[in-house]
């Protein structure tokens, strides 16, 4: 039988307007190198993953062709587009196996541990699709117009996400082009796209970590460094 293979996709395209650095945070240093090419390396490294594709901005794809030239999994650097998921429909257009099990990770979380890779693939030859998270342990509330609290959410039942975000591409591909079709279509992330498209399909949570954080502000990037120093 046919090893299924599972493709890793790092979505680099965001512009980091709200870091306020001079480039996009992906292509800021920590250690040596950027935070794009630590998150190539994290699933370079993985014996589970079997090829790479990078989906960056139009202006910056030679630079990261550049930077995946030193590691032989990444076998597409393509551009992306002005949304999300411009660059997830990107990544699709080269990964067209439908049975691909396909791991869409933020570049911006380049502390994704071997771990979750493992669970991952693993919870994929169960699920068709499956999402990342970590329990919350904030109170979340919902509010009115006024910004007055009128529910508490159970904690519980709550759950922050993260990346990856996996799929068998045919299951990912068939939400796309029902969700396509919706002129109202304006998804945040992929596990969403299933969830609306393709409701009957359940979404598996796989096990996060905290120390899987997204960078999103200046502090962020003070916290990978020291995590980076401890792996």
């Known amino acids: 039988m046919q090893k299924n ?16 650095a001079d480039r996009p945070k992906q292509f800021l240093e920590v250690d040596g190198c950027t935070v794009l090419e ?18 960056t901005r139009q202006d910056f794809v030679d630079e990261v062709r550049q930077i995946a030239s030193a590691y032989p999994k990444v076998k597409h650097v393509r551009p992306g587009g002005k949304e999300r998921y411009h660059s997830t429909l990107s990544a699709l257009e080269v990964c067209t196996d439908a049975e ?35 329990p919350s342990t904030d109170t979340i ?21 993260q990346t990856p975000q ?3 591409q045919r299951i990912l591909r068939q939400a796309f082009d029902i969700g396509l079709q919706d002129p109202n279509f304006a998804p945040t992330d992929d596990c ?30 003070e916290m990978i460094t020291f995590n980076q120093h401890l792996m």
Do not use: Q, W
Not at 5 to 20: D, E, N, T
Not at 100 to 127: F, G, M, N, Q
Not at 143 to 157: A, G, S, Y
């Open 100 to 134: 691909d099990l396909l791991l869409i990770h933020d570049a911006v979380r380049p502390l994704v541990s071997e771990a979750i890779i493992s669970r991952c693939v693993d919870a994929l030859k169960t699920y068709d699709a499956i999402g990342v998270a970590v």
């Open 192 to 221: 969403g796209v299933v969830r609306t498209y393709l409701s009957d399909v359940p979404i598996k949570i796989v096990e996060g970590e905290v120390t899987n954080i997204k960078i999103t502000y200046p502090k962020d990037l």
């Open 5 to 20: 293979k599972v493709i890793a996709i790092l979505l680099a395209g965001g512009s980091g307007s709200r870091f306020g």
């Open 166 to 168: 996996g799929f068998r």
């Open 141 to 161: 509330v919902r509010v009115d117009e006024n910004e007055c609290i009128v529910e508490t959410l159970p904690r519980v039942v709550l759950r922050n996400m």
């Open 38 to 55: 630590h998150s190539i390396r994290a699933f370079h490294r993985s014996s589970l993953v079997d090829e790479i594709v990078v989906i």
